[in-house]
């Protein structure tokens, strides 16, 4: 891959009450004239609150779905301003880097949960016309400002789905190297530091299950970090592997479940697949509360074996699941052996 353009934020602001500080920020990077704000129906209230402390002119714009049709009009709202904030969870942030990146504009992710690792990364996940999700580049955020009083209040299945996504770079990092023997591009840095954020959140899942400031610090810190591992590697590789491809393989079978609670359950089948130590990733996803088998994830024993067997072929990228003979019968032995179902 060259050259290699790599983005990262210029500023990270981490603490409580740092929501206020959004002027400051943008006075720093050299920002001023109008924003464009947008934020959800459940969520507005934080953008409410950070609106009160800018003296910018802006325009407020409720996201609703992550759809072309809203991608277009905000499009067209943001000729008129200078930079986009986006304060909300994963749809509203990604609405705001694929709005920045067409419109050549700043961006800044102002998460209202550490839910996902997405309030850092440059990469948006979109559903094709045939629902089949799939990753693409939207604009890195200039600055990330992650109010630790808001996230710590956020909803507890929201922190822990979290951290199960982080948790999951283990096995994503294990398809990254097969995919490396097959001429990919492969990034050692990256790799470190998806690592590195695994493991934050294991050793901290007592203080994070206990909503700690110093967990929910943590936990954010590593989601960040998970973040700049894809900008580094400019793909979702070091973050996304087989564990997510059946997460989306169980969204398109209408599973009630939340993105990282599946990614977390299906690190656990990934890594007993892969050799790796399934059940190291499996007492971590205990200890932080997300759930561990189909159960807990709300859906049936099918489900789960139809979705590990859709995974292969939701998205062209080589993993566990090219690399060995899978069918049906080893995918009821994976889901069996890891208890995912009984």
Same mark, same amino acid.
């Given at each position: 891959?060259?050259?290699?353009?790599?983005?990262? %934020?210029?500023?990270?602001?981490?603490?409580?009450?740092?929501?206020?500080?959004?002027? +400051?920020?943008?006075? !720093?990077?050299?920002? !001023?004239?109008?924003?464009?704000?947008?934020?959800?129906?459940?969520?507005?209230?934080?953008? !409410?609150?950070?609106?009160?402390?800018? &003296?910018? =002119?802006?325009?407020?714009?409720?996201?609703?779905?992550?759809?072309?049709?809203?991608?277009?009009?905000?499009?067209?709202?943001?000729? @008129?301003?200078?930079?986009?904030?986006?304060? $909300? $969870?994963?749809?509203?942030?990604?609405?705001?880097?694929?709005?920045?990146?067409?419109? =050549?504009? %700043?961006?800044?992710?102002? %998460?209202?949960?550490?839910?996902?690792?997405?309030?850092?990364? &440059?990469?948006?996940?979109?559903?094709?016309?045939?629902?089949?999700?799939?990753?693409?580049?939207?604009?890195?955020?200039?600055?990330?400002?992650? =109010?630790?009083?808001?996230? @710590? +209040?956020? %909803?507890? @299945?929201?922190?822990?789905?979290?951290?199960?996504?982080?948790?999951?770079?283990?096995?994503?990092? +294990? =398809?990254?190297?097969?995919?490396?023997?097959?001429?990919?591009?492969?990034? &050692?840095?990256?790799?470190?530091?998806?690592?590195?954020?695994?493991?934050?959140?294991?050793?901290?899942?007592?203080?994070?299950?206990? @909503?700690?400031?110093?967990?929910?610090?943590?936990?954010?810190?590593?989601?960040?970090?998970?973040?700049?591992?894809?900008?580094?590697?400019?793909?979702?590789?070091?973050?996304?592997?087989?564990?997510?491809?059946?997460?989306?393989?169980?969204?398109?079978?209408?599973?009630?479940?939340?993105? $990282?609670?599946?990614?977390?359950?299906?690190?656990?089948?990934?890594?007993?697949?892969?050799?790796? !130590?399934?059940?190291?990733?499996?007492?971590?996803?205990?200890?932080?509360?997300?759930?561990?088998?189909?159960? &807990?994830?709300?859906?049936?024993?099918?489900?789960?074996?139809?979705?590990?067997?859709?995974?292969?072929?939701?998205?062209?990228?080589?993993?566990?699941?090219?690399?060995?003979?899978? +069918?049906?019968?080893?995918?009821?032995?994976?889901?069996?052996?890891? $208890?995912?179902?009984?």
């Amino acid at each position: 891959m060259d050259p290699h353009l790599i983005e990262l %934020p210029r500023k990270i602001l981490v603490g409580k009450g740092v929501i206020k500080k959004v002027q +400051n920020i943008c006075d !720093d990077l050299g920002i !001023d004239g109008s924003a464009l704000i947008l934020t959800g129906p459940t969520t507005q209230k934080f953008a !409410d609150k950070m609106i009160k402390h800018i &003296e910018m =002119d802006y325009h407020k714009e409720i996201i609703e779905s992550l759809t072309k049709n809203t991608i277009k009009r905000m499009e067209s709202l943001a000729k @008129r301003f200078n930079i986009v904030l986006s304060v $909300g $969870g994963g749809r509203v942030i990604d609405t705001g880097k694929l709005v920045a990146l067409r419109s =050549d504009i %700043p961006f800044i992710s102002i %998460p209202t949960a550490p839910s996902h690792d997405g309030i850092a990364s &440059e990469r948006v996940s979109i559903k094709e016309g045939n629902g089949k999700p799939h990753s693409i580049a939207g604009k890195p955020p200039i600055a990330i400002i992650a =109010d630790i009083k808001i996230l @710590r +209040n956020a %909803p507890y @299945r929201l922190i822990a789905s979290g951290c199960a996504d982080i948790i999951s770079n283990r096995t994503a990092v +294990n =398809d990254w190297r097969l995919g490396k023997h097959k001429g990919e591009y492969f990034s &050692e840095f990256a790799v470190d530091l998806a690592l590195h954020a695994a493991e934050i959140v294991i050793r901290s899942a007592d203080l994070i299950r206990k @909503r700690k400031e110093k967990g929910i610090r943590s936990l954010v810190k590593a989601i960040i970090t998970s973040g700049i591992s894809m900008s580094m590697a400019h793909s979702s590789r070091p973050a996304s592997g087989a564990e997510h491809m059946f997460s989306h393989a169980l969204d398109l079978l209408g599973s009630p479940a939340l993105h $990282g609670e599946q990614c977390g359950v299906g690190s656990i089948i990934m890594a007993y697949l892969q050799g790796d !130590d399934w059940e190291k990733i499996r007492d971590a996803l205990k200890s932080v509360g997300a759930p561990v088998s189909a159960k &807990e994830l709300g859906i049936t024993k099918e489900m789960a074996i139809e979705a590990l067997l859709k995974a292969r072929k939701i998205r062209k990228r080589y993993t566990i699941l090219n690399h060995i003979r899978f +069918n049906r019968a080893k995918a009821v032995e994976a889901l069996k052996a890891t $208890g995912v179902i009984d």
